[in-house]
């Protein structure tokens, strides 16, 4: 069973870049059935889609980060990571990592319910 682990620091100041990264085990990021994916929960609302990267490298993001959001992973680490650029206390909220056999289409991969498997989750929180 996969298992996703999320780490980075809790507290990131205003127009600084956050920096999530996603360790996983149960199975390789390169298996040929995975996306995986980041996932936030502002305080108060609905989840939110970031993006995602594939078995393959490629990678998807929702167009309302407006480009902020990179995703990327360390194959010999078993890792894949966020960066969201220029934060705001807007962008203070719980991130998850997550995994699902999807697709290459992007409303399918921006649904929760695409992803089978999430980490615990970590509360990152935007202030001066």
């Known amino acids: 069973q996969v298992q996703l682990q999320e780490s980075g620091p809790g507290l990131v100041t205003p127009s600084q870049t956050l920096s999530l990264t996603c360790t996983v085990s149960?199975?390789?990021?390169?298996?040929?059935?995975?996306?995986w994916g980041w996932i936030r929960q502002p305080p108060g609302k609905g989840l939110e889609w970031m993006g995602a990267?594939?078995?393959?490298?490629?990678?998807y993001y929702n167009p309302s980060l407006k480009s902020r959001a990179s995703i990327s992973r360390d194959t010999s680490k078993n890792q894949f990571t966020l960066q969201l650029s220029s934060v705001t206390p807007e962008d203070t909220a719980v991130y998850y990592c997550?995994?699902?056999?999807?697709?290459?289409?992007?409303?399918?991969?921006?649904?929760?319910?695409?992803?089978?498997?999430w980490g615990q989750g970590t509360q990152v929180t935007v202030s001066s």
């Open positions: 997550a995994a699902g056999g999807g697709s290459p289409i992007s409303s399918v991969l921006r649904r929760a319910s695409t992803y089978d498997y």
């Open positions: 149960g199975d390789s990021i390169t298996t040929n059935i995975y996306y």
């Open positions: 990267v594939s078995y393959t490298g490629t990678t």
